[in-house]
């Protein structure tokens, strides 16, 4: 069984993961990632380093409860409104080199894509240049963050793209919290019934259309046979005044008296 020092960016997936799934409520699973990432292997130290907005007070005294050392610092303004963190990066490669040479672990285990980390590879070869050995490397980051100089200097790489349905979940503001499968199952749910509903409005209005113009069609049918009824009773009315005419005339030529010469 070997050793594992573990170092995360905390800042790098929060960020990152709310980028990947666009999601605001995106959450990493770090027990479940301690699971995957360890094997075999034990965790004999853990690091975590991040911003500290109040809402996140919580998360920090819950990841000082489970064993991490947590290494915290206030956002700086940055210019234009926005916020940077301060010495995260810094200090996170620092408590990281520190625990690699006092502890001296057969893997670290760096979880973020952020390429500023590259330097714990460089103290790998150092510590394989003048030992002969070092502990192996590996990096887990989403695909959407994983910087290509880190990925290139490390042992082994991880998508956490691979493992999100273990390692993502998602935590609504009334902390209602879903699994990735329940979460997009959800999702896919509420697309289908927006879409069946749709789709039945759609039906019921194209129905109502066509009655409408079924119902105005029988009214103009209707119109115009009344209209040629009356135009027929004048033209038989026509025809019947011809016929009395025609027989009052006959009726006077023959039967009328007769003319003597």
């Known amino acids: 069984m070997g050793t594992v ?31 995957i990432c360890a094997q075999n292997d034990a965790i004999v130290e853990k690091h975590i380093a991040g911003s500290t907005p109040p809402s996140n007070d919580k998360f920090w005294t819950r990841m000082e409860e489970n064993g991490y050392k947590v290494h915290t610092y206030e956002r700086v303004p940055a210019g234009y409104g926005h916020k940077k963190e301060k010495g995260v990066d810094m200090i996170l490669g620092m408590q990281g080199t520190r625990a690699i040479e006092r502890l001296k672990p057969s893997r670290v285990v ?41 990925e290139r200097v490390s042992d082994h790489v991880f998508k956490i793209d691979d493992f999100q349905e273990k390692l993502i979940y998602f935590q609504s503001q009334d902390n209602r919290v879903e699994s ?35 119902a105005a069609e029988e009214e103009k049918a209707a119109a115009e046979k009344k209209s040629m009824s009356w135009f027929e009773k004048v033209a038989w009315g026509g025809v019947a005044a ?8 006959l009726a006077a030529i023959y039967g009328g008296d007769s003319l003597d010469y």
């Open 110 to 150: 760096l979880l973020t894509g952020d390429g500023d980390f590259v330097p714990i590879a460089k103290l790998r070869d150092d510590i394989r240049t003048e030992n002969g050995d070092s502990f192996i490397l590996d990096v887990w980051a989403f695909s959407n963050s994983m910087s290509p100089e880190l």
């Open 242 to 249: 011809v016929a009395v005419l025609g027989i009052g005339i």
């Open 5 to 35: 020092v573990l170092l995360i960016d905390n800042s790098n997936i929060f960020v990152s993961g709310k980028e990947k799934y666009g999601d605001a409520s995106a959450r990493f699973s770090y027990s479940e990632f301690e699971k």
């Open 180 to 214: 990735f499968n329940e979460h997009y199952t959800r999702i896919a749910e509420e697309k289908a019934a927006a879409e069946r509903e749709a789709a039945a409005l759609k039906a019921a209005a194209e129905e109502k259309a066509a009655a409408e113009e079924k």
